[in-house]
Each structure stands twice: as C-alpha cells, then as structure tokens.
C-alpha cells in the first residue's frame, strides 16, 4: 500500500508543486491526486493560519481547497460595509504575523481584508479556488481521507484528493440561517440576509424590520438608522449587551485579565454591574438580560453577547423599536406574537449562519450531526481521528482559531516527525 501511495504521490507531487490549476485537469482523467501533505477545506482566516503554522513547523506545503474565487470570502462579500472588527486587534491577529502598527485598534473589514492578503502572500500560500468540497470520507482499506470536490464556475470539474490529514476550516457561518415565517410569501417587500445587506442607503425613507439582534442585528440596525431610514428590532428572547469598552479598555481585553484572577461568576457580576451604570437597565427598552451570566452563557451554549457601537443609544431615543417575536407576515405588514400589527417596506434578517459540515464530512463521529460542531467542547474539539482536525469551530473567533491552528500543526509535526522516523529505521529494500 505505501509502494503505491509512494508512485501515486510522485506523479501527482510535481504537479501539485508546479501548477496547481494542472491539478484540476488532471482530475478529468478521474484519477485520485495524492497530496502529501494536509489538505486544508476553506481558505478564511482559520485555513490560511493552520497552513501557516504547518509552513513554519517545515511540514510538507498544506493544498487549500476554497469554494470561492478568492481568499476569506465570508469577509469580502458576506459582510456591511461599515464592519469593523469588533475586538481590538491583537485578539483578532492570526498566529506568526501582527497586524501593522499604524492600524487602529479595531480595523476595518478593508483593512483586515488587506491584512488577510499580506498574510497568504508572506506564507507563500496559494489556495485551489472555485473548488467546493463535496464530500470527505476515510477509507478505512488505505487509511487515506478521500476528498471530492466539484468546480464552481464548471460543474463538471470534478476531482478526488487523497491524504493522510484532513483539517476542516470551513467556517461557523457557511450558510445563511434563514428562518421559515409564515406568510413569508405573501410579503411584497424585500427579504434580504444580512451577508447580502451592504449598507442602509437603498433603504433611506423607509420602515425596515430587522430580524435577530446578535451583533449583526444591531449594528444593521444602527445603520439603517444613520441612512434615515427608520428600523424596528425583532427580539424575541433575552440578550446581553455590553459596552464595547469600559474603564478606558476593551470589555473582552478586561474580561480575559479578570478571568485570570477571579471565577467566571465574579467577572460576569462586574460586567453586568459595569454595564449597568454605563448603559442603563436595558429591559426597560424591551431587551432584557438572560439569568445566566454573560461570559457564562458563552461558555455553556456559545451565545455571543452584543457589544453595543451606538445601537442602544438610538434604542433610547426612539429611533429604533424595538418588537417581539413575529407571529406571521401579510403583504405589506407584521403581526407579532403580542398582536401588534406593523407596516414595513421591507425586513432584514439578522437571523445568524451555520456550519455546513455535515452536509460534505461523511462517516466520521467528531462534528454533530445536528450543529455541525465539534462534539467535544473548547479546548478539545481540534482533533479528531484517523487525522482529521478541526480549526475555527470554537464559538472563540479569530482567537480560538489562532489557538486551533497552533496545536494542529504541532500535532500533525510530531505524526510527520515520527513516521519519517519509521522510515528511516525500517528502510523498504529498493528491489
Ligand atoms: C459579520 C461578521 C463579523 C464578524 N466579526 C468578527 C470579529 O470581529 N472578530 C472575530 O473574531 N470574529 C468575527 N466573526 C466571526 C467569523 O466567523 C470569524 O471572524 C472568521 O471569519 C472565521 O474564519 P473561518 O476561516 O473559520 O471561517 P470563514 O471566514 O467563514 O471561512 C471559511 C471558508 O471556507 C469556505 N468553504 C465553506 N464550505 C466549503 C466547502 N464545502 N468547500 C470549499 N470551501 C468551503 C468558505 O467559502 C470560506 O472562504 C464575524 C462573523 C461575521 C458573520
Ligand atoms: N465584528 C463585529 O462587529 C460583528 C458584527 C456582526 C457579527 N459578528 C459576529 O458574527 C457572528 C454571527 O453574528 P450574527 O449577529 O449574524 O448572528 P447570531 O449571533 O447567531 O444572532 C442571530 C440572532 O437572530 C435571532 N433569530 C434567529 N432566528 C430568529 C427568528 N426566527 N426570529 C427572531 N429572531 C431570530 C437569534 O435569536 P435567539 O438568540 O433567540 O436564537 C439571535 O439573536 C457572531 O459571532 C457575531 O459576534 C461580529
């Protein structure tokens, strides 16, 4: 099986080294590409820092196959205009490479866009684009991960890759959620996802609905707001909001130092004590807080709390409204499940994304088949068998990616490490 794996891996390494769109011809042909080194799905920050990390511990060249045309295609088109990363920098910063100097403390999508580019070139990484992955499976007869992928401006470009590892980096937000509202299809006015929204100048004058109030929902919100439209907020569960700053620092700057001195219980009371005096009592404007903690809530079902940029402010001045859940839609207006009626133009869904792992990772039991997370939690769920490896699931952002990346390389260093060892000490005969 290695005699094999060793003349398939020949004949498709020099290729593989010299023109990676060969590759895709070569597929044609139907014969498996053997790639030597890891095969990495998605090239978003999680994908470009694991094979980053791999290129500095000298593993052979990781191959990145992407769906799209081009590097970190969630930030370049699924994403406002007005994004910003909402985390200083040095949270945001993949592993081996800071962000420059002279950027502010929270960049703007352009700039990590920019960032995000100088990090591919620096490493050397070049990505196989417009290839989606169809399916991953381990074949248990030659111990390979089998990876089939189908061209995207050609449907008919398909190909198969076969590896030793497999390092999923595919994203938190694949897909789009979009819920199913009744009478969605009786709504005359435009539904849009916020990874389609760009910004609220093609909404100036009228009542929008914005669905969901994660980050996502409020920022849109404030941004309709800012282009003299006028929104209404659909929250129909608890939510915490948290000044992005306080004491002159970051909030999640402050929380990590606070977590390393105290309980998580006692930092969540000094957050929701802070952002009292500095917000208010945000239930009186229709956004009440959840009973668990805002950090702990993160850490047992991963919700993220809203950092507020402004929204809040507009909340209090009556800019923006704030609705409960919807019960069903009509033509033109909103019934709410406390039997208000409203007349929107048209509605925002901020209603978050999801991973889409199961729909291609096939016969392996480290992704739920219901979330398409990890099963094992934060700080496990990097690595599972047979050489699969998960990078960017860890409700962490950019930070338990970077986390993710560092350990995978080492990891599959000492695998690299310890088979060329093997080699070495049990030399095949040549005949
Ligand atoms: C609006 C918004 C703002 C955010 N802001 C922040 C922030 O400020 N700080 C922070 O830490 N996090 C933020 N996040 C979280 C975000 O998930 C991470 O910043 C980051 O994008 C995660 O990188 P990733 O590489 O894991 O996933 P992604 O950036 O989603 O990249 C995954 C890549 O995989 C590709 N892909 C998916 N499926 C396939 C397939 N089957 N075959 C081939 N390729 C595939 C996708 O095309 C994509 O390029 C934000 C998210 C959103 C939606
Ligand atoms: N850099 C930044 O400033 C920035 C900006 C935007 C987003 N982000 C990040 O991007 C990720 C995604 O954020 P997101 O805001 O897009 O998604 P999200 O955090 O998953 O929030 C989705 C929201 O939609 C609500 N929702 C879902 N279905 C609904 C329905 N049918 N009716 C009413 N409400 C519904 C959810 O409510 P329930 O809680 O009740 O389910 C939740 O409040 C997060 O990690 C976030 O932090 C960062």
């Known amino acids: ?14 290729c593989y080294h010299h023109h990676q769109q060969q590759q895709i011809k070569m597929s044609k042909m139907a014969s498996p590409i053997f790639v030597p080194g890891p095969v990495i799905v998605g090239a978003g920050p999680s994908g470009l820092a694991a094979a980053a990390c791999l290129k500095q511990k000298g593993i052979i ?3 990145i196959l992407e769906r799209a045309q081009c590097l970190a295609s969630m930030w370049q088109f699924k994403t406002y205009d007005r994004l910003r990363l909402h985390l200083p920098k040095q949270f945001c910063q993949l592993p081996l490479m800071p962000f420059p100097k002279n950027l ?4 703007t999508k352009q700039q990590f866009l920019a960032y995000l580019k100088a990090y591919a070139d620096h490493f050397d990484i070049k990505p196989v684009f417009s290839q989606t992955v169809v399916s991953a499976e381990f074949d248990h007869v030659c111990q390979l991960w089998r990876v089939k992928t189908r061209g995207v401006i050609k449907k008919e470009d398909t190909a198969e890759y076969v590896c ?7 994203g938190e937000c694949a897909e789009e959620v979009v819920p199913q509202i009744e009478g969605m299809g009786e709504f005359e006015g435009q539904i849009v996802h916020t990874s389609k929204y760009k910004s609220g100048s093609m909404f100036c004058g009228k009542n929008v609905l914005v669905v969901g109030c994660g980050n996502s929902g409020m920022e849109v919100c404030l941004d309709l707001c800012n282009h003299n439209a006028r929104p209404s907020l659909v929250v129909r569960d608890t939510v915490h909001i948290l000044p992005q700053q306080m004491l002159g620092k970051s909030t999640f700057g402050l929380s990590m130092f606070l977590l390393k001195w105290f309980p998580i219980r006692f ?5 929701l004590l802070m952002s009292h005096l500095m917000l208010g009592d945000t239930a009186q404007f229709g956004l009440r807080r959840p009973k668990l903690g805002p950090l702990e809530l993160k850490n047992l079902y991963g919700k993220t709390p809203v950092l507020d940029v402004g929204t809040l402010t507009q909340i209090k001045n009556g800019k923006i409204k704030v ?12 019934e709410f499940v406390d039997g208000k009626v409203e007349n929107f133009d048209a509605m925002v869904l901020a209603t978050g994304y999801k991973s889409n792992v199961p729909s291609w990772l096939k016969g392996s039991d480290m992704f739920s088949e219901k979330d398409g997370f990890p099963r094992k939690p934060f700080p496990n769920g990097w690595k599972g068998e047979n050489g699969l490896y998960a990078v960017g699931f860890t409700k962490r952002g950019l930070l338990g990616a970077s986390i993710d990346a560092k350990r995978i390389a080492e990891d599959i260093e000492h695998s690299w490490k310890a ?3 093997h080699v070495l000490e049990f030399p095949r005969p040549l005949a």
């Open 267 to 271: 930092v969540d009371q000094f957050l």
């Open 323 to 334: 609705c409960r859940g919807i019960k069903r839609l009509a033509r033109n207006a909103v």
């Open 1 to 14: 099986m290695d005699y094999l794996k060793e003349l398939e891996g020949k004949s498709v390494h020099d």
């Open 104 to 107: 502010p403390s929270y960049p």
């Open 419 to 421: 088979e060329a060892k």
């Open 164 to 170: 030793q590892w497999l390092i999923v980096a595919t």
């Open 61 to 63: 060249p990781s191959l």
